[in-house]
């Protein structure tokens, strides 16, 4: 078989679906593999030994075993070579010999005759990936705007690792437009999501509004979670509840939802008191029906007053998990009077939560 050229040579990490990870730790990124990883080489397939083994022939060493050896692999995820035959491997020792780290992250299916943006990634880190200081910043910050989306992926989690004001650095217009880009709920997508919320600034707070209003409707629990971390960014969520469209507002409450601060409560409980419609009430209603901070009983009263079966029932079980003493013993008063607090009390469980919280 012809050989590519060293140079070209290319990792494309996209394991088969359903492969399963066998080997060591849990590194996923190129920079994880390559910190931890005793033998990092390109491999061709050799032969197949005892159950689970297999029997490869060094192509090209980047770290540990020498070029033009065998090599005895255990755990080789269920994964084909490249097309030309050959694997990247990120190994490390284990109980059985040599494994690949995070089982099929750490055997990849290499085609050395595309996207060498990747190849050019992986081989910086061998110098970089220990060296977390301005030279790994300069090289992932990169990565960022390669061509290939799995560089900008593993650049962006890297990065994640790195202290913050690193990612401080990076120009937040630039953050704001490569997300943009990314359709749909990518993992491209997520990983910029989680570097703009590691920034921690304010100026990125239209980010999030953008994402929660009109991002990938998947991705709201990541956005709400992110506005919590981004200065401004929950009261602009709350800002924009009013004359919305029912839609918007529903996305907005579903990410105040997972921001879960004391703002994001006050704006669900605005929403309990005056949205318009009953489906976004609703929506907020069950957020405030989960475990969090406390909510003011009177709103959660306000809809046990005035609102329908389904909104009844809601406000009853936040009272009962998020109201105070006084918001219980009234609740507990009303058990005969509103038939979804009576049935809220005598569902499974709520007996003893409700013994627990009148204790406290």
């Known amino acids: 078989m012809k050989r590519a050229p060293a140079f070209l040579l290319l990792a494309t990490l996209a394991p088969a679906a359903g492969a399963r990870s066998s080997g060591l730790g849990e590194a996923t990124t190129l920079g994880e593999l390559t910190r931890k990883a005793a ?21 090209e060493s980047w770290r540990g ?3 033009g050896t065998f090599l005895e692999i255990g755990g080789l995820p269920p994964l084909a070579p490249g097309p030309h035959g050959l694997w990247l491997l990120y190994l490390a020792e284990g109980s059985r010999g040599l494994l690949p780290l995070g089982g099929e992250r750490g055997a990849i299916p290499i085609d050395p005759f595309s996207d060498v943006h990747l190849v050019d990634h992986a081989r910086g880190l061998l110098v970089l990936a220990d060296l977390p200081g301005e030279d790994l910043f300069q090289h992932l910050a990169g990565g960022l705007e390669s061509p290939s989306s799995r560089v900008g992926e593993d650049a962006a989690a890297d990065l994640l690792r790195l202290p913050a004001g690193y ?18 709920p990518t ?18 707070a239209p980010v ?17 979670g992110i506005a919590r971390e981004v200065p401004g960014a929950t009261e602009g969520l709350a800002a924009s509840l009013e004359g919305g469209a029912e839609e918007t507002r529903l996305r907005i409450v579903r990410a ?39 909510v003011d009983g009177s709103i959660l009263f306000h809809a046990l007053a005035t609102g329908n079966p389904g909104e009844r029932t809601l406000a009853a079980r936040a009272i009962l998990l998020r109201g105070s003493p006084a918001d ?31 204790r406290q």
């Open 187 to 204: 993992s491209m997508r997520s990983s910029l999501l989680r570097l703009l919320g590691a920034r921690g600034l304010a100026g990125d």
């Open 256 to 294: 105040l939802a997972a921001a879960g601060d004391a703002t994001a409560t006050w704006a669900l409980g605005r929403v309990v008191l005056s949205d318009s419609s009953p489906v976004v009430r609703i929506e907020a209603l069950s957020a405030l029906a989960r475990p969090g901070g406390p």
């Open 328 to 358: 219980l013993e009234a609740l507990r008063a009303l058990a005969g009077s509103v038939a979804e607090v009576g049935g809220v009390l005598r569902e499974p469980g709520r007996a003893f939560i409700r013994t627990v919280r009148t």
């Open 39 to 59: 033998t990092i080489a390109l491999a061709s397939p050799a032969g197949s030994l005892s159950e689970g083994r297999a029997l490869v022939f060094v192509e």
């Open 167 to 184: 990612a401080r650095r990076i120009d937040g217009a630039f953050l704001a437009a490569a997300i943009e880009r990314e359709q749909g």
């Open 208 to 224: 999030v509004l953008r994402e929660a209003t009109s991002g990938p409707a998947e991705m709201l629990p990541l956005v709400g």
């Open 65 to 67: 075993a020498p070029a």
